[in-house]
């Protein structure tokens, strides 16, 4: 079963940096795609930014465009999301997906895996 394990949530200031890491293990043999999203209590989970294994298409939400770089690092199995110009409205649950390619890459349902997630918490 493939496993994500997040990192590199934590506490900063508005203005600041974080930068989140994924790590995937086991059979990963069947991603194509790895993703982050984030979720607010009492709110649906919502789409970050997308990163392609093969190809390396990137896709980001409107509301990272310019702050949020999402890159990967094949030989790790891993996938990065370097967060600049953080505003306490970044402050949420981050979440790492992984899955497939030929699905929507914006919704939740075409990710068959997740991480347990990294909180980010941006004071004012």
């Known amino acids: 079963q493939v496993q994500l394990a997040e990192s590199g949530g934590g506490l900063v200031q508005a203005g600041g940096s974080l930068r989140l890491s994924c790590v995937a293990s086991g059979p990963t043999f069947d991603i194509n795609r790895t993703a982050w999203f984030r979720q607010t209590p009492g709110k649906e989970r919502e789409f970050v930014a997308a990163?392609?294994?093969?190809?390396?298409?990137?896709l980001y939400a409107d509301f990272v465009k310019g702050r949020f770089t999402i890159s990967r690092d094949n030989a790790k199995n891993a996938v990065y999301l370097q967060m600049n110009t953080l505003k306490p409205g970044d402050t949420a649950d981050y979440f790492c997906?992984?899955?497939?390619?030929?699905?929507?890459?914006?919704?939740?349902?075409?990710?068959?895996?997740w991480g347990q997630g990294t909180q980010v918490t941006v004071s004012s």
């Open positions: 997906a992984a899955g497939p390619a030929g699905r929507l890459p914006f919704l939740t349902r075409s990710y068959p895996h």
């Open positions: 990163i392609a294994w093969r190809g390396g298409t990137l």
